[in-house]
């Protein structure tokens, strides 16, 4: 299976960053037993589970009468939680939106860290940040996480996204000057090698016209960036809106997408060619549903999960009136629903095609919210048609795997101690991923 690790020896380099604060190596052991158990990389679900850990790793996990507390081991009962590997979201914004205003001075590197940490408080243990950071502060906190002196979940990035002149996402105020706008194919080739300087971890395309409000970039313009991003051995994802553009853009050799086809069902044709070529799909269902989902006053509208992370004040405005008028007032309210309803058919229409389907969100952006939006992605998936292990599945070792996460992200004997656990069963129902009681880093609990 060809995978972005194979592509790109450096992450190799970081596939066991801190994801926490730096700690001493000890050996500490702990018991813990009366669980349900999701190992991940689609093994099967222990009832009644145990796992042993230290600060090094999983020594052993398997049924309470299979693996016993070793002598000395502190005992941690967790009958009625599920424990399961942290999540992997491989489309993020970060830095931008403060208080859910979104802004380009709210882009710095305290807005950055206070993003990655909500996302690891949420469960989630890695971020790719899709196309939006500007400068080096990205990259610098990448260091420093690489080097194991500074925590959050482990930050991966593309840098600055490759858009047409005046293209998308341009007309946003906050990103008018986060992607780099290219008009020529030596511009574009360009812009790859920049990205390329600064060891990006891939290359970002956007290529949709926002209903015609933009210009779209040209696939001479980005077969010329691909063809650039093969000779630095950097896969693409493309952000995609119509079905024409997701073909053009497998024959020319993209990685994944970073949005779901919207415009019309996907075809057997385009199914069959991802499958063949391995190209993955970050359906991103959340950040679509919230086109039209505001304006329903939704339940899961401050929910418990949700305000632990999102402010009072925010919750608030999201429930006032003026607000859920306004978003009924929308004249895309209608074309929303429809091309939300595309995009759960097509999620459906490609996992059963075989194709890889990857945990996504948006979030970082306005109305969604990092690391809370990643589990309302989880259950958006299982709507869609996924078994909640798929929908799992696809948040943790399927996304390990494209980052190139030592292990992957799964809980098996020898691999990293970093988990959730949960009050519930999520095999069963996918909402309960959300009843989060703790995080553990390393084999550590995070505050």
């Known amino acids: 299976m060809k995978r972005l690790y194979a592509i790109l020896p450096v992450l190799a380099l970081f596939a066991c960053a801190a994801e926490g604060p730096a700690t001493s190596s000890t050996s500490t052991v702990t018991y813990f037993h009366g669980m349900t158990l999701i190992p991940g990389e689609g093994q099967s679900v222990i009832r009644d589970a145990a796992m042993v850990v230290d600060r090094e790793g999983i020594i052993a996990t398997g049924t309470s009468a299979e693996v016993t507390a070793p002598p000395g081991a502190s005992l941690v009962d967790l009958s009625g939680r599920t424990v399961m590997p942290l999540l992997n979201s491989l489309h993020v914004h970060l830095g931008y939106m403060i208080d859910n205003v979104m802004a380009a001075e709210n882009y710095t590197r305290e807005s950055i860290l206070t993003d990655l940490n909500t996302h690891q408080r949420s469960g989630v243990g890695a971020v790719l940040a899709l196309g939006s950071d500007r400068g080096d502060a990205a990259f610098q906190i990448r260091e420093e996480q690489r080097k194991g002196t500074l925590g959050g979940a482990r930050l991966f990035t593309v840098g600055r996204g490759i858009t047409a002149k005046g293209g998308w996402p341009t007309v946003i105020a906050a990103l008018a000057e986060a992607p780099q706008q290219v008009e020529t194919e030596e511009e574009a080739r360009g812009a790859v090698r920049a990205m390329a300087d ?111 992370s999102v402010s009072a004040d925010v919750i608030g405005k999201l429930k006032s009136a003026d607000f859920v008028d306004a978003q009924k007032a929308s004249p895309g309210l209608s074309a929303a629903r429809e091309q939300y309803a595309i995009a759960l058919e097509n999620v459906k229409k490609l996992a059963d095609a075989g194709v890889r389907i990857v945990l996504g969100t948006d979030s970082g952006t306005t109305n969604r919210f990092p690391g809370y939006f990643e589990h309302r992605e989880l259950k958006l998936m299982v709507d869609a048609g996924l078994s909640p292990l798929q929908a799992i599945e696809a948040g943790t070792t399927v996304g390990g795997e494209i980052l190139g996460l030592k292990n992957a992200g799964a809980l098996a004997a020898g691999n990293d101690a970093s988990f959730i656990v949960v009050d519930g069963d999520p095999s069963t129902d996918i909402r309960t991923t959300r009843n989060i009681e703790d995080v553990y880093v390393r084999g550590e609990v995070l505050p």
């Open 198 to 308: 600064k060891k990006v971890d891939a290359i970002k395309i956007w290529v949709d016209d926002a209903g015609g409000r933009t210009l779209k970039i040209s696939p001479e313009l980005y077969s010329a960036a691909i063809d650039e991003a093969k000779k630095h051995g950097l896969p693409v994802l493309a952000h995609v809106f119509y079905l024409a553009d997701a073909k053009k853009l497998v024959k020319a050799g993209i990685a994944g997408f970073a949005h779901s086809v919207r415009d019309e069902p996907i075809d057997n044709a385009l199914a069959s060619a991802m499958k063949a070529r391995d190209v993955f799909y970050i359906p991103t269902l959340g950040a679509h549903e919230i086109g039209f989902s505001y304006a329903d006053v939704p339940a899961w509208v401050g929910e418990p999960a949700m305000a632990r």
